[in-house]
């Protein structure tokens, strides 16, 4: 049995959403974030880093969403979410790594900037607000314009990430920074309508359902 070691409020609600599509079997063990919203403790008993999501598979024990995310799907999609073309292999490969390399990065830049002054000591937080929300919109706002304009032009174009008729790796793993795009007011047209479309999915909604309550959906 598969047991995926889940974090509230996590990249691992997409592992979740996969699991779900695959028909696979598999347990959930939950943790919560603390008051400074970072993962407890307990997950370094599970990974050296204490991050989530985690994925445990008899003697594999699997950290990082994109390992997951192919881990699963090579050995249990049974040919499903697979590109069948050069030019969805190319778009599937783009956007697997640019999820966490590119995008991610700058998400979690404003939610730091954002995050800084509310734990600051009140008589510091006027001041840390001006400085942060400065810099915010120095370094943060033009990086996610370019970015939303990037996933845009490609939603344009193609039902899936990669450009097939189902879903890909770079679907399960696009899917939590989009949302956290839609949370923060950047996602265009194309990218609200293919969210609304991944979360009529009835796996999606599964996912949901075992995986408790999740901020961004």
Known sequence: MIIVHHLNNSRSQRILWLLEELGVPYDIQKYYRNSLQQAPKELLEVNPLGKSPVVTDGDVNLAESGAIIEYLIEKYGNGRFRTTTESEHINNLYYTHYAEGSL????????????????????????????????????????????????????????????????????????????????????????????QKVHARPAYKRALEKGGEYAYA
């Open 104 to 195: 991610m990065p700058v998400l979690v830049m404003g939610l730091i900037f954002r995050f800084v002054p509310q734990k600051s000591p009140w008589f510091l937080r006027p001041f840390m607000r001006f400085i942060f929300s400065q810099l915010e919109k120095l370094l943060v706002k033009p990086e996610l314009a370019k970015h939303s304009d990037l996933v845009e032009q490609q939603l344009s174009k193609v039902k899936w990430i990669a450009g097939g008729v189902e879903p890909t790796s770079a679907d399960f793993i696009m899917i939590f920074p989009l949302e956290g795009l839609a949370e923060i007011k950047k996602a265009g047209k194309n990218t609200s309508e293919y969210i």
